[in-house]
C-alpha cells in the first residue's frame, strides 16, 4: 500500500532563516506530488505541484520554492523565512485516479 | 472570485439532525468533484468523490448540478464523530498526470449532544 511521510510534524523558525520540508511517497512510482499550506482560519492554498522529477508547477508568487530531485521525494524551500510563511504546511500525491492523499503535515511558525 | 466557494459556517447542529452544506465552482472545466474531511489540526481526508448521477455512502449523500456549476453533502442522523471541516474540492482535469486539486475554504460542523 502507498504511505506519505512528511516530517518535522512543527517547526519553529525565525525571520530569516532558512527553511526546508520534505516529503516521501512509498508504494508507488511517478506520483503527482503537491504542496498546500493551510493559514489559521483559512483554506488550502496550493503552492506548487509536480508531475515528475524536475517538473514544478508553481501556483502564487510568494517567498517559497520546490524541488523533486527524485521520483517520489518533492522538497520545499525558502532561503529567508517572513512572518507570513507560518502555516500549516501539506504535501499530497495523487496517482491514476485525481483524488489526493495527504501527509500529516508540517506546522510551521515563523517568530 | 474564489475558484471553490463554500459557506464557512460553522453550522451548529444537535445529534440526529439532517445537514447540508453547499458549494459551488467558477471554472465550467472542472471535470472530478470531492468531499474532503478535515479534523482540527490534522490532514484532510478523502470522504467521497461526487459523480453526476449523485452517489451515497451511509448517512452521507453528494450531489452535482454541473449546469449550476454546484454540488452538495447532505449528513443525516448526524452524529458527534461528524464534527469536522468538510472541504469542497475540483479537479480541472480527467487527467491526474496534469489534474490539479482546488479546494474550497471549508464548512465547520459542530454536532452537539
Known amino acids: 500500500s502507498q504511505t506519505i511521510h512528511q516530517w518535522p510534524a512543527t517547526l519553529v523558525q525565525p525571520v530569516g532563516s532558512p527553511l526546508s520540508l520534505e516529503c516521501t511517497v512509498e508504494?508507488?512510482?511517478?506520483?503527482?506530488l503537491y504542496w498546500y499550506r493551510q493559514a489559521a482560519g483559512r483554506g488550502l492554498q496550493l503552492l506548487f505541484y509536480?508531475?515528475?522529477?524536475?517538473?514544478i508547477s508553481s501556483e502564487v508568487p510568494q517567498n517559497l520554492s520546490a524541488s523533486r530531485p527524485q521520483d517520489r521525494q518533492f522538497i520545499l524551500s525558502s532561503k529567508k523565512l517572513l512572518l507570513s510563511d507560518s502555516g500549516f504546511y501539506l504535501c499530497?500525491?495523487?496517482?491514476?485516479?485525481?483524488?489526493?492523499?495527504f501527509g500529516q503535515g508540517t506546522r510551521l511558525t515563523v517568530v | 472570485r474564489k475558484e471553490v466557494e463554500q459557506d464557512p459556517g460553522p453550522f451548529n447542529v444537535p445529534e440526529g439532525a439532517t445537514v447540508a452544506f453547499n458549494c459551488t465552482y467558477s471554472?465550467?472545466?472542472?471535470?472530478?468533484f470531492f468531499w474532503y474531511r478535515q479534523d482540527c489540526r490534522k490532514e484532510p481526508k478523502l470522504l467521497m468523490s461526487v459523480y453526476s448521477s449523485g452517489n451515497e455512502d451511509g448517512r452521507f449523500t453528494a450531489q452535482l448540478n454541473r449546469a449550476s456549476q454546484y454540488i452538495s453533502l447532505l449528513i443525516r442522523d448526524s452524529k458527534l464523530s461528524d464534527s469536522a471541516t468538510y472541504l469542497c474540492v475540483v479537479s480541472r482535469l480527467r487527467s491526474s498526470n496534469t489534474g490539479k486539486l482546488i479546494f474550497g475554504q471549508g464548512t465547520t460542523l459542530q454536532v452537539k449532544p
Open positions: 508504494g508507488t512510482s511517478n506520483p503527482n
Open positions: 509536480s508531475v515528475g522529477i524536475g517538473q
Open positions: 499530497a500525491w495523487s496517482k491514476t485516479v485525481p483524488e489526493a492523499f
Open positions: 471554472n465550467s472545466a472542472s471535470q472530478s
